[in-house]
């Protein structure tokens, strides 16, 4: 029994980290960008830069350790090259912070990317964590969602002269009172899931 239980927690987590990876190819995708042309700093910020609390925010915005490469590339062009053992200092202290349940729940919420910044830490109470914050942005998109749909309905009943396609309207408007209800409760079930 412990067994199944197991590989059941192991494949979970193999679909969770398959769906975050979306976020990990954006990342991958805006480190490209950052290494081909557009610059992660500006000039003016290279030679100003405090390099470990620039660690520090790249580590807390989880960014990935190999974005110390795009400040390299950006800094570059201003003649400057980072502190790389004070930004990897800030950066883990960030990194740390980042890899946490509670961020992983607000990234998820917010519909951020996962870029893969913890994989040295507890990635999997991250992901779970993570996993709960999306299944809240979802809800939200669909109560937004419901809440337009009303509004264009009540629209549309205004303009419409047919008593049948009144009717049609207004059990629809009903169903969607029902259906927002379901989702507030849901939304209130699912926020109770924030560490």
């Known amino acids: 029994m412990r067994g199944a239980k197991t590989a059941r927690r192991g494949r979970w987590i193999t679909r969770l980290r398959a769906g975050a990876r979306a976020g990990v190819l954006a990342a991958a995708a805006g480190a490209g960008a950052l290494l081909g042309g557009c610059a992660s700093m500006t000039e003016g910020q290279c030679r100003r830069a405090d390099w470990y609390e620039r660690g520090l925010e790249d580590g807390r915005e989880g960014r990935p350790a190999l974005w110390l490469d795009a400040h390299r590339q950006a800094c570059a062009r201003a003649g400057v090259q980072p502190d790389a053992a004070r930004w990897?200092?800030?950066?883990?202290?960030?990194?740390?912070a980042y890899?946490?349940?509670?961020?992983?729940?607000q990234s998820g919420a917010l519909n951020r990317g996962y870029g893969g910044a913890c994989r040295d830490r507890d990635e999997d109470a991250f992901m779970r964590?993570?996993?709960a914050g999306q299944a809240v942005w979802r809800t939200r998109q669909e109560l937004q969602r419901s809440w337009e749909e009303v509004e264009r309905l009540e629209l549309e009943l205004r303009r419409v002269?047919?008593?049948?396609d009144r009717q049609r309207i207004r059990q629809r408007l009903a169903w969607l009172d029902v259906e927002r209800r379901r989702?507030?409760?849901l939304l209130e079930t699912q926020e109770l899931t924030r560490p």
């Open 88 to 96: 990897l200092d800030g950066w883990a202290q960030g990194n740390r």
């Open 99 to 105: 890899c946490t349940p509670r961020s992983g729940w």
């Open 129 to 131: 964590a993570y996993a």
């Open 161 to 164: 002269t047919r008593d049948e």
């Open 183 to 185: 989702l507030r409760l």
